[in-house]
């Protein structure tokens, strides 16, 4: 199927309050054209230098996502570019990032990213974690939180349901507390293989790579 049909029949499936991002990683501008002349509007990018490329080839109707984990020293080249990062997993970066844009005078939109499976391979925060980070997010004045980011383990539908409800659960919970600076607008789980159990289980924001444009070819990027 062609990016614009894998887009449509994507879009059927997805409830009106659930944003899609259509993943570009590795993928060329033309083939982000494609989906940008089908209406797509928000695509997301894990690294910061093929992002701040990506940036410059579209007009600003464009929202970028930053879902890859994002290092200190890069978050220089992202202000003013991005328009939600979905990978704050550390009090060190949250402080560059205030300070950097705060600098420019402007608010950073954060999703705060936890590791549900506690897998050594991916970055993210210990849910136990949370509520000193988000304590830290009370004192910012340059940056928002809009909500949380998971990237689940590997496993079977049964599995896949049991983190996508605890990180529902996790951002239930978060949403009834009051903090100030902190909406819990967004859950950002479902990629192309379990998207859709991510949107049966709450989802309202789900980033689908593959499923748009075809298989990735590492190399080619
Ligand atoms: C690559 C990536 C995706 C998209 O993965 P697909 O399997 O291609 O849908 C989603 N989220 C993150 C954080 C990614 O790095």
Not at 24 to 49: H, L, P, W
Not at 155 to 170: L, V
Request: glycine fraction near 6%.
């Amino acid at each position: 199927m062609s990016i614009v049909e894998n887009i449509c029949k994507i879009k059927t499936q997805l409830p009106k309050n659930a944003t899609l991002i259509a993943v570009s990683k590795t993928r060329k501008v033309e083939e982000i054209r494609e989906a940008y002349n089908e209406g797509m509007r928000d695509f997301g990018e894990n690294k910061v230098q093929e992002l701040v490329e990506k940036v410059d080839c579209f007009d600003s109707s464009v929202r970028w996502h930053l879902i890859g984990h994002l290092q200190t020293n890069k978050v220089k080249y992202i202000v003013g570019k991005v328009h939600l990062i979905h990978s704050l997993d550390s009090i060190k970066l949250l402080k560059e990032i205030e300070k950097r844009y705060g600098a420019s005078n402007l608010v950073a939109k954060v999703l705060v990213q936890i590791n549900i499976g506690k897998e050594e391979s991916k970055t993210g925060i210990f849910k136990e974690q949370l509520n000193d980070i988000l304590e830290a997010c009370e004192n910012c004045n340059n940056v928002k939180v809009k909500g949380l980011m998971a990237v689940i383990p590997k496993g079977s539908e049964e599995e896949c349901k049991k983190y996508f409800r605890e990180m529902k659960d996790i951002w239930e919970k978060t949403k009834r507390k009051e903090y100030k600076n902190i909406s819990m607008d967004y859950l950002s789980m479902g990629m192309t293989h379990d998207y859709k159990i991510a949107l049966n289980e709450g989802s309202n924001m789900v980033r689908i790579g593959e499923g748009i444009f075809g298989e990735r070819d590492y190399n080619k990027a």
